[in-house]
């Protein structure tokens, strides 16, 4: 572990971006705040591989709950204060326990900060940090990665559980994309269309529109929603269909489309970006 992020009160890890204070509070956690963390310790007890109903239930409790940031260097509100960091499969976690006894037997001597999980959640997304809990525990403790924290941060329902399957769409819809492409050509706002087969870790599987636009503003995401309205008719009845706009740099749908997909609808007829690597969960088992 070597020293990288920054605390609440100053920096987040490699961003620069100032993010809310939150008080310290060695022994200021109150009834709730404890509570709330002993629901977090509880939940973090159901996760093993391949339970992803449980580790569903853990992201509900951390955006409810409050954990123990560990600080590498200062102290909590100090200018210089930093986050230790750690590095899992190719991605940055800072690690933290989930209560005051963990904080003991993990054997930490140096400072740290008491945090909302809402809050660090919104604080490290962005720089696509994730949180590491109880790495001192006996089986290494339950990395939670950086896009898992933007569900926290935007809300858990709002997005599809990950890691998520992404694939070709296998079902013959012919209709529904002849008609979508009929319509995007009569929608200057719109560049391109992609489409992927989602399969939830949990829920059900869906069929996602990327919607290329030459740019995101209200006039033009109007346009693009109508363009979806006017199409919906010739989905087949039952068939969950959503849209992610490919200008979002965190949605992991979004990159996927980016790397994996020609568009089946393309204005400029441009040939599809080079395939990059990963889109942001680690491997399946990693949890």
């Known amino acids: 572990m070597a020293g990288a992020s920054a605390s609440c009160r100053t920096r987040v890890p490699g961003s620069g971006r100032p993010t ?6 060695r022994d200021q956690v109150s009834a709730s705040g404890t509570a709330a963390a002993g629901q977090v310790e509880h939940m973090l007890r159901q996760v093993t591989p391949g339970r992803y109903d449980a580790y ?20 909590a509100g100090s200018p210089d204060a930093q986050y230790g960091n750690m590095e899992v499969d190719g991605l940055g976690y800072a690690p933290c326990v ?10 930490w001597n140096r400072a740290h900060e008491l945090v909302g999980g809402l809050d660090i959640a919104r604080a490290l997304f962005p720089d696509r940090w994730g949180i590491w809990l109880n790495p001192h525990a006996p089986g290494g403790g339950v990395g939670i990665p950086w896009l898992d924290l933007r569900r926290i941060a935007t809300g858990l329902d709002r997005m599809p559980a990950g890691p998520l399957r992404l694939t070709e769409p296998a079902i013959e819809i012919s209709q529904f994309y ?11 706002a719109i560049r391109s269309l992609r489409r992927a ?7 059900v ?7 290329d636009l030459y740019d995101t503003s209200p006039p033009s995401v109007d346009a ?3 363009m979806m309205q006017q199409s919906i008719s010739a989905v087949p009845d039952g068939l969950p269909v959503s849209t992610v706009a490919m200008s979002d740099e965190y949605d992991p749908v979004a990159m996927w489309l980016r790397a994996n997909a020609r568009p089946f609808y393309d204005r400029e007829a441009h040939a599809p970006a080079a395939p990059a690597a990963g889109y942001g969960y680690p491997p399946q088992g990693a949890y």
């Open 197 to 203: 087969w989602v399969q939830p870790a949990l829920g």
């Open 56 to 75: 569903e239930a853990l992201l509900k409790a951390l955006a409810n709950g409050r954990i123990w940031m560990l600080l590498w260097h200062g102290q």
């Open 20 to 25: 809310q204070w939150i008080e310290e509070g």
């Open 224 to 226: 693009a929603r109508a």
């Open 98 to 107: 989930t209560s005051a006894q963990e904080l003991s037997a993990s054997g």
């Open 205 to 211: 599987p869906y069929l996602a529109i990327g919607l």
């Open 178 to 188: 002849a008609l979508l492409a009929q319509n995007a050509h009569h929608t200057p």
